[in-house]
């Protein structure tokens, strides 16, 4: 099947028409239209939106269309997998990169998927590292030469996946469509964007202005922090309660529903929590 042939089967099973999915991937209904077609394929951008959307890979998009694969050489890519088989903790470290997607994979296996503009032989760049314990999943992803601009895809097993803890530094952090029980970050971290993903989430981004954005919050988001400031922004109508600890941190633009379950927290010191709903 090609390109065209998978994301017109993409979008029917996903019940969206193509207006509606050109809206979510910010691009005109004409140029879904050509994609559609054949008369025209997407930049390695709009590749990585669609993968994002429909939780596969670049890989499996364009790997049999030849056409989409000519027109992103400049972007390299290099992937390594490993299947697992059996729910596991995941320790993961990574060193400093641009953005960081975690989506869910179907398949009984971790799969990570590197991108950048720069460096041909990534798989010479960087060295993916893992320690695969019973209960426990170390991924190290270290870096031999100085790269910059990188993009890494990180499909978890969704059957597998309990608690993550992520350490890098980072500009996007991607959630999408999974159900976690805690995901905590160590690091520094400029935007977290949570797309239809359940469970808690906590930052720790000291010094650190952090913006965070939901599609649609279910579960907690804990922010960790010093003299910084934390946006936090909701779909407006959004029921949440916030809690504030720590020394001198201040809340505002709060409406709180004291009984529901989604709880918005802030920690540290000398910091503010702003939440907007939209």
């Given amino acids: 099947m090609l390109f065209n042939e998978k994301l017109k089967m993409l979008r029917k099973e996903n019940n969206l028409t193509q207006e509606?999915?050109?809206?979510?991937?910010?691009?005109?209904?004409?140029?879904?239209?050509?994609?559609?077609?054949?008369?025209?394929?997407?930049?390695?951008?709009?590749?990585?939106?669609?993968?994002?959307?429909?939780?596969?890979?670049?890989?499996?998009?364009?790997?049999?269309?030849?056409?989409?694969?000519?027109?992103?050489?400049?972007?390299?890519?290099?992937?390594?997998?490993?299947?697992?088989?059996?729910?596991?903790?995941?320790?993961?470290?990574?060193?400093?990169?641009?953005?960081?997607?975690?989506?869910?994979?179907?398949?009984?296996?971790?799969?990570?998927?590197?991108?950048?503009?720069?460096?041909?032989?990534?798989?010479?760049?960087?060295?993916?590292?893992?320690?695969?314990?019973?209960?426990?999943?170390?991924?190290?992803?270290?870096?031999?030469?100085?790269?910059?601009?990188?993009?890494?895809?990180?499909?978890?097993?969704?059957?597998?996946?309990?608690?993550?803890?992520?350490?890098?530094?980072?500009?996007?952090?991607?959630?999408?469509?999974?159900?976690?029980?805690k995901l905590e970050y160590d690091g520094d971290l400029k935007y977290l964007n949570v797309k239809n993903s359940k469970g808690e989430i906590v930052l720790n981004t000291t010094k650190c202005d952090i913006e965070a954005n939901y599609d649609k919050l279910e579960g907690m988001l804990e922010v960790n922090t010093i003299n910084s400031v934390a946006r936090v922004e909701i779909p407006k109508g959004t029921e949440y309660k916030t809690i504030i600890k720590g020394i001198n941190n201040e809340l505002i633009d709060a409406v709180n529903t004291e009984n529901s379950n989604n709880v918005i927290e802030l920690n540290g010191m000398n910091s503010k929590l702003i939440i907007i709903e939209k």
């Avoid at 005109?28 to 054949?38: H, L, M, P």
């Avoid at 990585?48 to 972007?75: A, G, H, N, P, R």
């Avoid at 426990?136 to 790269?147: A, G, M, P, S």
């Fill in 20 to 181: 509606e999915l050109a809206e979510k991937l910010n691009v005109s209904r004409q140029a879904i239209t050509k994609w559609e077609s054949g008369d025209g394929t997407p930049d390695i951008e709009n590749l990585k939106q669609i993968s994002i959307l429909f939780t596969t890979t670049i890989d499996e998009l364009i790997k049999e269309d030849k056409i989409v694969v000519s027109e992103i050489k400049e972007k390299y890519s290099y992937i390594e997998e490993l299947e697992i088989d059996h729910i596991k903790h995941f320790d993961i470290h990574i060193c400093k990169i641009n953005e960081l997607n975690i989506m869910p994979n179907f398949e009984e296996k971790v799969k990570i998927e590197l991108f950048s503009n720069e460096q041909e032989n990534l798989e010479e760049s960087f060295k993916v590292r893992y320690d695969n314990l019973y209960n426990k999943l170390d991924i190290d992803i270290k870096e031999r030469k100085q790269i910059q601009d990188i993009t890494i895809n990180m499909f978890l097993p969704e059957k597998y996946i309990n608690d993550i803890e992520l350490n890098s530094k980072m500009k996007i952090l991607n959630i999408s469509n999974l159900e976690l029980n």
